[in-house]
């Protein structure tokens, strides 16, 4: 697979990215949020507790930036339908642009 969008909810993104291998890591171009708070973050950080230090960074981006492949793993309902809108306004077909996950 080549380098991908992960959109999702926090809690689920820290989980999914600590499972992946470096490699896979790698791969990840961005994450992707429809909140503003999120996306002012600007940067998902993951941190190496034995080590003390910052072992990937990865931005934290607009929907409306991302490009497929995305791997989608948020609880639909609650978006009020943004993310839906989103994804039907810009066409995106899943299995082709993108892939529920959880």
Excluded at 23 to 47: Q, T, Y
Aim: charged share 35%; proline share 3%.
């Amino acid at each position: 697979m080549g380098q991908i969008h992960n959109l999702e909810c926090r809690e689920t993104r820290k989980t999914i990215f600590k499972s992946l291998n470096d490699e896979e890591k790698e791969k990840v171009r961005a994450f992707c949020d429809i909140d503003e708070s999120k996306i002012g973050r600007g940067v998902h950080e993951e941190f190496d507790e034995n080590t003390r230090t910052v072992t990937h960074k990865v931005p934290i981006v607009n929907i409306e930036d991302a490009k497929p492949p995305l791997v989608v793993c948020v609880k639909l309902d609650l978006t009020n339908g943004d993310l839906e809108r989103i994804i039907e306004r810009k066409r995106w077909a899943e299995h082709l642009d993108l892939v529920y996950f959880g």
